[in-house]
């Protein structure tokens, strides 16, 4: 079973939810998916460029 973790950032009312499956050791890769519709699937993307992503985010860039 995938473990999915919710962000942090989204707010109790269930709005505005996004979750992330982070890496595995044999794929390096990270999934995104919106968690209001899991079924629609998700987003793969490197984890290197995950990390640049979310370097960037904090660095209020993106």
Aim: net charge negative; hydrophobic share 35%; proline share 3%.
């Amino acid at each position: 079973m995938e473990r999915w973790t919710k962000s942090s950032y989204s707010n109790g009312t269930g709005a505005n939810c996004v979750e992330v499956r982070n890496a595995r050791a044999e794929s390096d890769v990270v999934g995104v998916r919106d968690t209001q519709h899991r079924p629609l699937g998700h987003l793969d993307f490197p984890s290197g460029e995950w990390a640049a992503f979310l370097t960037a985010a904090k660095a209020a860039e993106v």
